[in-house]
């Protein structure tokens, strides 16, 4: 998802009109392989402070502490975080700096963060977004529509956040965290979501009227992303149990990956 997405916007979003040819570009794939490189760092740390909430949550999805020992996922963590810094210092000093910052950022959500209310959330939901704009940053041309995109980014990922805590509530609420959820309840969470939701919608609503997008674009914005999301707000005001919030929260990630998909469409 993080290649596809900043492929599309060095091809989309940077140039009027597709540029396939930009992707020719080595330094992109640098870019791109410095940010897969800390994002991988970022899901090892994670789950290197997370192996007891884990065994709760998604016993039989644990990897570290039980096939893979906790030196050398941290070995792992070490060497990736350190070779994003390494790719995006080598780019230019404004990348290397975004990638030191999403570094910290994910070594203190995984540490601390997440277990704050709503700060982790917003916390992954801006490097979401910052994906994105690295991007634009690194070529000097950002521009009003990758700052759209880097906002759809931003709420449908702080969406997600919130749904996946509700999700986890059980291993969390295990272990002292004060996530929106294990604070306000199941139900003080859901009326967080009815706002962000409508934000969101409201957001896709404003862009797909604007004079300058095509019918094209429209209806495929409407069908395969606004549509979508009503549906989440009618299954999330019946959803109570831990299996309709992974459904919600995979919903998510269809609604993100047709939104990014709609790029080609510009």
């Not at 704050?116 to 916390?123: E, H, R």
Request: hydrophobic share 55%.
């Amino acid at each position: 998802m993080i290649v596809l997405s900043q492929a599309l916007v060095q091809a989309c979003l940077l140039a009027p009109g597709l540029e396939w040819h930009r992707l020719l570009d080595t330094k992109f794939w640098v870019l791109a392989l410095s940010t897969v490189c800390i994002a991988a760092a970022g899901y090892i740390i994670n789950d290197y402070y997370d192996i007891k909430i884990d065994a709760i949550n998604k016993p039989e999805r644990l990897l570290i502490g039980r096939r893979i020992r906790r030196r050398k996922a941290m070995f792992a963590h070490l060497i990736l975080s350190g070779a994003g810094l390494l790719l995006g210092l080598l780019l230019s000093i404004p990348v290397g700096l975004i990638n030191l910052g999403a570094v910290l950022l994910l070594w203190g959500y995984s540490a601390r963060l997440k277990k704050m209310l709503l700060i982790g959330n917003v916390v992954i939901a801006l490097l979401s977004a910052s994906m994105l704009l690295i991007v634009a940053v690194y070529a000097d041309e950002l521009n009003r529509i990758t700052l759209g995109y880097a906002t759809f980014a931003f709420l449908i990922s702080l969406i997600r956040e919130i749904i996946k805590d509700i999700e986890d509530m059980k291993g969390d609420a295990s272990f002292e965290c004060r996530t929106l959820p294990i604070v306000a309840g199941m139900r003080g969470a859901k009326l967080v979501l009815y706002p962000l939701v409508a934000v969101f919608q409201t957001f896709v609503i404003i862009v797909i009227l604007h004079p300058a997008s095509s019918l094209l674009f429209d209806g495929y914005m409407v069908l395969l992303v606004l549509l979508p999301s009503v549906w989440l707000i009618v299954k999330l005001l019946r959803a109570d149990r831990k299996r309709d919030f992974t459904y919600l929260s995979n919903l998510n990630k269809l609604i993100m990956f047709t939104g990014i998909l709609s790029m080609l469409l510009l």
